[in-house]
């Protein structure tokens, strides 16, 4: 069964900083497009973060880069996302997704495995 499992949320004050993690099972990660999207209340679902398969090449949304870094350990079949200086406007779930992929093309499409979405809230 394929399964993705995020954790690593929580409660942070702006400025602050979390790690996510994301472990997937029922699937190896070396041919998969991994990443993260978040939805805030009363927002669409927007795509945050995404690794590819083939290099490793990283793509972040232009609100978040500089502050967030994505990283895969194909080893432990998890993939990571480190959120430093964090703002009240990063306040979401946020879900890790992959897809079978090189360059993070599909990353997010219909044909995604999605996890269930961990809280990361920011606020003083």
């Known amino acids: 069964q394929v399964e993705l499992v995020e954790s690593g949320g929580g409660l942070v004050q702006p400025g602050g900083s979390l790690r996510l993690s994301c472990a997937a099972s029922?699937?190896?990660?070396?041919?998969?497009?991994i990443g993260w999207f978040r939805q805030a209340p009363g927002k669409e679902r927007e795509g945050v973060s995404c690794?590819?398969?083939?290099?490793?090449?990283?793509y972040y949304e232009d609100s978040v880069k500089g502050r967030f870094t994505i990283s895969r350990d194909n080893a432990k079949n998890t993939v990571y996302l480190q959120m430093n200086s964090l703002k009240t406007e990063d306040t979401a779930v946020y879900y890790c997704?992959?897809?079978?992929?090189?360059?993070?093309?599909?990353?997010?499409?219909?044909?995604?495995?999605w996890g269930q979405g961990t809280q990361v809230t920011v606020s003083s």
């Open positions: 997704t992959a897809a079978m992929g090189y360059d993070c093309s599909g990353y997010g499409s219909d044909e995604s495995y």
């Open positions: 029922g699937f190896t990660l070396d041919d998969y497009d």
């Open positions: 690794v590819s398969s083939r290099d490793g090449r990283t």
